[in-house]
């Protein structure tokens, strides 16, 4: 016999498309969530890649839902081991993208035959956006983890097959030390315990500040792809310092 929350992922989750899903979780982080966007003018209109700063388990999720808002999709570059293949049919729900970060020479095969391949055809067919943690994993302390290229990868293997420049837009996701805990406690996809929380403190809400920084083409930045994604990680950290001062 089916457990309830097989039943529920079987009726519900897996018969949910983008719009639904997206639809769905805006009414709970509406109710939830105090999401605060800062120089949304600087989004470009064309497809273009988002960077941000990596700092709870959630981040791709809420980010791309907040973004449907602005009736433009954004497909966040995902963890295969542990996010996409723990929670596929909601992954695939927003239309996210999977990447395997393990050193190995069949990852690599996925990351050009899937990773890429996906984004390309997103950024070149689409006006939607590409979403990349310049660090790739989780960091909460300041940046601590190890940046890697695909950003910059990315840019220029578009640059390169359809001869024209993509921009890359910089992004500073800050959110409270003790609302980071709140959402790495209870939110991590094996078992999402958040509406546990929300019921017992129904008066909290988590504070989602994003400060969107203007759009510059990796044409600006100086050195290889490691430097240029080492750049574009720092302007992320100096906008979500910003942000930091002024709400703290």
Known sequence: MKSLKELVEESFIKKLDYKRTCLFLRGVIKSYCDVNIYNKKNLPDKSAVLAFNHSTVLDGGMVSVIFSTFHKKTHFWVQYEGVYEVRP????????IPVKVENKMSNFKYFLNTTIKMSLD???NTNDYICIFPQGSMSNKN??????SGIAYLIE????????EKQVVPMG??????????INKYGGLKRIKLWNFF?????KKIGYH???GEPLYLSDLEGDKNKKSEIILEKC???RDEIKYKVS
């Open 122 to 124: 997103y950024m070149y």
């Open 210 to 212: 994003i400060n969107i």
């Open 173 to 182: 996701l800050y959110i409270k030390d003790e609302d980071k805990e709140i």
């Open 143 to 148: 940046y601590e983890n190890e940046v890697h």
């Open 157 to 164: 293997r578009y640059e390169k097959k359809y001869n024209e």
């Open 237 to 239: 950290k100096e906008l």
């Open 89 to 96: 049919d909601f992954v695939k729900n927003i239309e996210q």
């Open 199 to 203: 019921v017992k403190n129904f008066h």
